[in-house]
């Protein structure tokens, strides 16, 4: 199954950049990598998606070398607000065809004052 | 447009009971997953489920079970509760199954058994 790992916490600072990298060393040829935000107490929430190279949206930016062997979320100018934890999620397309998606244990953000 | 609903919102069960936890997707969306998130820990797949087939299991007992009905609702039933079930079960819906499309998330339902 594929396998993705975060660092477990960050801290920043108000409208600094947050840079959050992911590895995920087996992620199947046809897969895509997602990243999710999750409050407390509520379901995760899509920030971004991506194959390869560079895609940009309005909340964040998501950098995916060639080799797709990691992936790094870009946060311009965080705000308390992004105080959360950030999940990157890969998914793993078996070989029947099935389906298993793969979330990470997850980044917790501190954005600070 | 209404997002993703579970139901129910909380639910407490004793240790050896059933448990049915429901789903509705976004309308048009095809496809519904199932999570467990134990507190502290990322969201692990349980199901997926993209017109009406099963496309995908985790790594879960055969006491979890699923199923999607007609107008791509989903259920999923848990046997004989054990302690360790007691986590926060997500459902999210997308267009269609896979890795490549967009998945949203309902609120979930947070499971006690005592």
């Known amino acids: 199954l594929a396998k993705t790992t975060q660092p477990i916490s960050m801290d920043s600072y108000e409208g600094q950049e947050v840079n959050i990298t992911c590895s995920h060393n087996n992620i199947a040829t046809n897969d895509y990598i997602t990243w999710y935000q999750q409050f407390p107490s509520q379901g995760p929430r899509f920030i971004i998606q991506?194959?390869?190279t560079k895609v940009t949206n309005e909340v964040a930016s998501l950098f995916i070398p060639a080799d797709r062997k990691s992936s790094t979320l870009s946060l311009p100018r965080v705000s308390l607000s992004d105080t959360a934890v950030y999940y990157c999620l890969v998914g793993d397309s078996t070989s029947g065809g099935s389906y298993i998606p793969t979330f990470g244990r997850g980044t917790s953000l501190i954005v600070h004052p | 447009d209404a997002g993703v609903t579970q139901s129910p919102t909380h639910l407490i069960k004793t240790r050896g009971q059933h448990v049915t936890l429901r789903c509705s997707p976004i309308s048009g969306h095809k496809s519904v997953s199932w999570y467990q998130q134990v507190l502290g820990q990322g969201p692990q797949f349980i199901f997926q489920y993209y017109e009406k087939e099963e496309r995908g299991r985790g790594n879960f007992p055969d006491r979890f079970s699923a199923r999607q009905f007609p107008n791509y609702s989903s259920e999923l039933n848990v046997n004989a509760l054990l302690l360790g079930d007691s986590a926060l079960y997500l459902c999210a819906s997308s267009l269609r199954g896979g890795s490549s499309y967009e998945q949203y998330f309902g609120p979930g339902t947070r499971l006690t058994v005592t």
């Open positions: 991506g194959y390869k």
